[in-house]
């Protein structure tokens, strides 16, 4: 079946420097959607990408879907303590389903 | 506004209880629904995708009769978790298809079998 990799699994950063998590889909993906969840709450929907190539910026945060449409990437400029949380990139099909990464554990120290 | 309702936040119960989980589709009819679980610091495994008015299909490893869904209305998706035990002890999150959207999720539901 599809399975995703997602990397790293931690990332611990000083507050002010960049971070960036990465996913690799086995098969060629509908759509590629992102989540954060703070611990102890559920995920929260960031942002889906769907053509190839596409990027799209959410203020620091900025998300790539690789031409293939199998990959992906987040990256955050100048991190805050407010980014903490796990990163999850979930994979799509064109019938809705969903197949989530592992996360990226995310630590920012002041 | 919430899109998605899940009821019971938190079930605290004792082993061989069965324990029912709401997801209610709040400003949609949501013909599927998916039900997720996510163990500590793990990532979100889909467990069924419900359909409503016809049986759920399950991904491969879980077991349909420890878990019934029931999908009886468009807004509406239920899980029974039948006979928990310990290691039933999970968070589970429903969430909502609308069209080609994004899916939309509850606030999961803690659950905790002693």
């Known amino acids: 079946g599809q399975q995703v990799m997602q990397i790293p699994q931690y990332q611990h950063v000083q507050e002010g420097e960049d971070f960036t998590t990465y996913c690799n889909s086995s098969?060629?993906?509908?759509?590629i959607q992102w989540y954060k969840q703070r611990p102890g709450g559920h995920p929260v929907f960031l942002i889906q990408l769907v053509k190839s190539g596409e990027v799209k910026k959410q203020k620091r945060l900025t998300f790539q879907f690789g031409e293939a449409k199998k990959n992906s990437s987040l990256h955050i400029t100048a991190t805050q303590t407010t980014d903490v949380g796990t990163y999850f990139c979930a994979g799509g099909t064109s019938y809705g389903k969903l197949t989530f990464g592992q996360g990226t554990i995310l630590t920012v120290h002041p | 506004g919430a899109v998605v309702s899940q009821h019971p936040s938190r079930v605290i119960c004792k082993s061989g209880t069965s324990v029912k989980i709401e997801c209610r589709s709040l400003?949609?009819?949501?013909?599927?629904m998916f039900w997720y679980r996510q163990f500590p610091k793990q990532s979100l495994m889909l467990m069924a995708t419900?359909?409503?008015?016809?049986?759920?299909?399950?991904e491969q490893g879980v077991e349909k009769d420890k878990f019934l869904i029931n999908h009886a209305s468009l807004t509406l998706s239920t899980l029974t978790v039948t006979s928990a035990h310990p290691e039933d002890s999970s968070f589970y999150i429903c969430?909502?298809?609308?069209?080609?959207?994004?899916?939309?999720f509850g606030d999961g539901t803690r659950l905790s079998i002693l």
């Open positions: 400003d949609f009819q949501a013909t599927t």
């Open positions: 419900s359909n409503e008015g016809s049986k759920a299909t399950y």
């Open positions: 969430s909502v298809r609308v069209g080609n959207q994004p899916q939309h």
């Open positions: 098969t060629t993906l509908s759509n």
